[in-house]
């Protein structure tokens, strides 16, 4: 990175600022009155069909723009973006539902979250933005995202690091990781 460039540094939406997928199971069990523990439950004891259907009623649902946020990592967020740019990527499908984007923005500040832009995750939107450092749940997504050469990512999960992806496995350990991951980009 050029010296006089900013550090950017991007986080995931589900599952790194919130607690994903425990609401949309705690939807799918308040909707059905079942007690499913986890997203392939739900799958298996439903079916594809039963289990998308739910997913689009949940999007649209208030529930959805309700759920805590974790603040420790906002928190976290909100600190760093007092020195660096901060960037939201996510998976939601804002093209296809109406006032997805504009339903996340106001979740965002209602939990005060402090960022520069929010963005559907695809590879042409990560590679436009320049982005030193992300944050990610979902080790799928960081393989499809990999591909944008120079950007160094945190998955919360178990996994063995290398060295353009580092594993974290809890939120607890976040703010070391991305301090280390800051000072080695810095």
């Not at 799958?43 to 998308?52: F, Q, V």
């Not at 960022?115 to 695809?122: A, D, I, R």
Request: glycine share 4%.
């Amino acid at each position: 990175m050029k010296n006089n460039q900013k550090l950017l540094i991007s986080f995931d939406v589900d599952g790194v600022l919130n607690h994903y997928p425990i609401p949309f199971i705690e939807y799918v069990n308040i909707e059905l009155s079942t007690c499913f523990l986890s997203i392939p439950d739900i799958k298996l004891g439903l079916g594809e069909e039963k289990y998308r259907e739910l997913k689009f009623k949940y999007r649209t649902s208030d529930f959805k723009y309700q759920i805590p946020i974790d603040e420790a990592v906002r928190d976290l967020l909100n600190d760093l973006s007092k020195k660096y740019p901060i960037f939201l990527f996510t998976r939601r499908p804002f093209s296809q539902f109406e006032k997805m984007y504009e339903r996340t923005i106001d979740w965002l500040k209602i939990n005060h979250v402090d960022h520069s832009g929010l963005f559907y995750k695809s590879v042409e939107n990560f590679s436009n933005k320049n982005v030193a450092i992300h944050v990610d749940d979902q080790i799928d997504d960081v393989n499809m995202l990999k591909v944008v050469r120079g950007t160094k990512f945190i998955v919360l999960s178990h996994g063995v690091s290398n060295e353009d992806i580092t594993f974290c496995p809890t939120k607890d350990d976040l703010g070391d990781v991305l301090l280390t991951t800051i000072a080695k980009c810095g």
